[in-house]
């Protein structure tokens, strides 16, 4: 993304330039505070396959006789942000035929695939508006370059199922509180929210923002957010970064009536902070009242608070988004209002400010002996940057995964953005897949979410080069392991011998194209991956 590209949904994802006086941001510097800132496997030959045995064993996935292989984490999140505002990564720019969107996404999905990922966060609603058909808001922008341009067809139900059909999860992502890119309401079409309801909106910066002090806003958002759960198969619901716009100088957020009406004597800060955490709280129920097995987590600025505004904050000297967009994300993780948390850590080790090594652990530790999962918001579009020399090394990126497979606490990555898993800046995402993706890897199991162990697989045979096994009901996908020889009663411990995760297809049987002699282990998933005991079968004479 050019430094041009303003703050809008993903400033999630730019340039976490570290700032030490909040009041020099402007419209065109707001990356300075924020994300979006400025915007193998198997060998052997193909005879036929020769069945020996078959039987079902136990997972070993939490048996103390099988430790876990810290080189090869069974279970770990490898998403990627797939930003649709102002076009950043999808579609590519307004306008385009169903055909060339659909083609753009599939690419995007099929380099995920290739990089062993295993989940996507896909922008669905950047700026008060929709990227899916809804009586609530309009068509995007950035689908026609017209607000409530109709596209000619629903592209959610497709960008979840072509996900689906490659094994990746799918995250739709929301911006809880931008009404529009433009301060001009009167531009937007006549059934937007914000034309209708004026007194909702809050012009800051050049922008128009939803008041978060208003019950009638959180409602709308609940309203929102709760339609799309319950009307597409989306597996988790995420939000970004953006709660209270980001501090532009010389500009006042002017929420005072608001505050008059509402604050109960409360200081403005707290009284905004509480605001946000209703939001997020009444979301997370509705969430999980819609379908249980919905995942809703949040992608914070990376840094709460620093020491020298609050001595349990972060050895760090940077915004803090506790007070200056008034997001509490220590609250969300107590309170139990997220399933997961998601820091956007877009600094490097050695950075002065802000230090990749010194927010980590702090992060970790924040989720240390509670439910919620720890995934590190990774800054994959700084790779190659001169702005910091970290960046301009292939190996910087890499050791932020290898720091993070040392704190137990830490399940996962996710990268911004699509535009560079196309590009592989430097070859880092080859190295990434080379020294820490070599396997695939499951979904973590987050607890609390309606879900259950799938029906042992069963007829599980070879004949050919095709292992083959009937269909289990409530499978959402299959795990493929193999080991040499005989047997291993450890096999499915680790992802070691984790050759595949084959997403299910319909019919009564399942099959998978194997390459080499040894015994294999077919395991069933649901949709949040929770693991049937495995089937076994050994076979001879592939090679």
């Not at 307004?94 to 969107?101: N, P, Y």
């Not at 007070?323 to 139990?336: C, Q, V």
């Not at 720890?374 to 700084?382: D, E, F, N, P």
Request: proline share 6%; glycine share 8%.
């Amino acid at each position: 993304m050019a430094d041009a590209v303003p703050d809008l949904g993903t400033m999630h994802h730019r340039p976490l330039l570290v700032a030490t006086v909040i009041a020099v941001a402007t419209t065109g510097a707001a990356y300075v505070f924020g994300p979006k800132a400025q915007a193998e496997q198997e060998k052997g030959g193909k005879k036929p396959a020769t069945a020996v045995a078959t039987s079902r064993v136990a997972s070993a996935e939490s048996s103390p006789n099988c430790p876990a292989d810290a080189a090869f984490p069974k279970r770990e999140l490898r998403g990627v942000w797939i930003a649709t505002v102002r076009n950043i990564d999808w579609p590519s720019k307004t306008g385009l035929s169903v055909q060339r969107q659909q083609a753009e996404y599939t690419r995007i999905l099929d380099e995920a695939v290739k990089r062993r990922l295993n989940a996507v966060f896909v922008q669905v609603r950047p700026a008060g508006d929709a990227f899916y058909r809804s009586d609530l808001e309009p068509w995007s922008q950035f689908l026609t370059g017209k607000a409530g341009g109709d596209p000619g067809w629903d592209p959610l139900p497709f960008l979840i199922s072509e996900a689906h059909k490659r094994g990746l999860e799918f995250h739709a992502w929301f911006n809880p509180y931008r009404a529009a890119d433009d301060a001009n309401i009167s531009a937007l079409p006549a059934n937007h929210p914000a034309r209708r309801n004026p007194g909702w909106v809050v012009k800051y910066g050049g922008r128009a923002y939803y008041n978060p002090g208003l019950p009638e806003v959180r409602e709308h958002v609940v309203k929102v957010v709760t339609d799309v759960v319950r009307r597409y198969d989306v597996d988790g619901v995420h939000f970004d970064d953006y709660f209270y716009p980001y501090p532009v100088q010389g500009a006042r957020f002017d929420d005072a009536a608001a505050y008059k009406k509402y604050g109960k004597g409360k200081p403005l800060a707290e009284w905004r902070r509480d605001n946000v955490n209703r939001l997020v709280a009444e979301v997370s129920d509705a969430v999980h009242r819609t379908k249980g097995w919905v995942k809703f987590g949040i992608s914070p600025f990376g840094i709460w608070r620093n020491k020298a505004q609050d001595p349990t904050g972060s050895a760090t000297n940077g915004m803090s988004a506790y007070d200056a967009i008034h997001a509490d994300a220590r609250h969300w993780i107590k309170s139990g209002t997220v399933d997961y948390i998601l820091p956007q850590l877009y600094w490097s080790r050695g950075h002065k400010a802000a230090s990749y090594s010194v927010l980590l652990p702090w992060w970790a530790k924040e989720v240390r002996g509670t439910d919620v999962h720890l995934y590190i918001g990774q800054a994959l579009y700084r790779v190659g940057s001169k702005d910091e020399p970290a960046w301009t090394k292939a190996g910087e990126l890499p050791a932020h995964i290898a720091l993070d497979r040392k704190q137990p606490e830490v399940k996962g990555d996710v990268y911004f953005s699509a535009k560079q898993l196309l590009t592989n800046p430097l070859g880092v995402l080859d190295r990434i897949v080379a020294d820490y993706y070599r396997r695939p890897a499951l979904l973590p199991l987050i607890k609390g979410l309606d879900g259950g162990k799938p029906a042992k697989v069963t007829d599980l045979a070879a004949e050919g080069t095709t292992l083959s096994w009937r269909s289990s009901p409530g499978a959402r996908a299959y795990a493929v392991y193999r080991v040499s020889g005989k047997g291993d009663a450890c096999a499915t411990a680790s992802a070691r011998n984790l050759v595949a995760v084959v997403p299910a297809t319909g019919g009564a049987r399942q099959s998978y194209t194997i390459r080499a002699t040894g015994t294999y282990y077919v395991t069933a998933l649901d949709r949040l991956h929770n693991e049937s005991a495995a089937a076994r079968v050994t076979v001879a004479n592939v090679g």
